[in-house]
């Protein structure tokens, strides 16, 4: 079974561009999360996806949205970027979220300019 | 609200040595634990993982087992080898949680020939 997937996996963007990041998760899994990761504030949940619905927020600004598409890929978007927007952002995969494990991607390098 | 306590790295140990990596942790109900692993430049892999009290989850040579009464979750490995460099994730997720893992800081692991 292929593992989760996410595109691009390294991007350079502006200050106030806006970016959007793909996740394509493990064939049958409904739902999707999102994490930011950085040195300082280590792993940060943004958001959770089950059936085109999005269950669960993190403490991240209005910017950070996402979705997910009948087919239960994902896509997350950040808008005006700030410097500070620069991690690498990690989607994960489960069943049907809960407390089922969560299989991660390789991840989507993103450095703001 | 939940939190995962680490013991902070880097752990640097020679090969073959034993690797203890301690996780203590804060949960409203009954949590599900889990243990990831991050290889330079990659996402997380899920190392292993126990949903109960006195569950040990093991893989790789790896394990850890679930305890309630001291609420925690430490890694360990009898005999480590250099390709078990990397850094590791305690995490944490409840029924409440909706698809947010509660990760730990991490702990880099260094282990030298």
């Known amino acids: 079974k292929a593992g989760v997937t996410q595109t691009p996996r390294y991007l350079i963007k502006t200050r106030g561009q806006q970016v959007t990041l793909s996740c394509s998760p493990i064939?049958?899994?409904?739902?999707v999360s999102w994490y930011q990761q950085t040195p300082g504030q280590g792993l940060q949940f943004l958001f959770e996806?089950?059936?085109?619905?999005?269950?669960n927020k993190g403490n991240f600004p209005g910017r950070f949205s996402g979705r997910q598409f009948s087919n239960s890929r994902s896509e997350m978007n950040v808008s005006t970027l700030e410097l500070g927007d620069s991690a690498l952002y990690l989607c994960?995969?489960?069943?049907?979220?809960?407390?089922?494990?969560?299989?991660f991607g390789p991840g989507t390098r993103l450095t703001v300019t | 609200g939940n939190s995962v306590t680490q013991m902070e790295g880097p752990v640097t140990l020679s090969e073959e040595a034993f690797l203890t990596i301690n996780c203590t942790y804060t949960a409203t109900g009954y949590p599900s634990l889990f243990w990831y692993v991050q290889y330079p430049g990659e996402g997380l892999q899920l190392l292993l993982k126990?949903?109960?009290?006195?569950d040990k989850g093991s893989n790789k040579g790896f394990e850890a087992t679930y305890r309630k009464e001291t609420t925690s979750f430490h890694l360990e490995k009898g005999s480590v080898q250099v390709s078990d460099s990397a850094v590791y994730f305690c995490?944490?997720?409840?029924?409440?949680?909706?698809?947010?893992?509660?990760f730990g800081a991490g702990t880099q692991v260094v282990v030298t020939p």
């Open positions: 994960a995969s489960s069943l049907v979220g809960g407390v089922d494990e969560q299989y």
């Open positions: 126990a949903t109960k009290a006195d």
């Open positions: 996806y089950f059936s085109e619905t999005q269950r």
């Open positions: 995490a944490l997720i409840t029924t409440d949680s909706w698809g947010k893992l509660q």
């Open positions: 064939s049958g899994h409904r739902s």
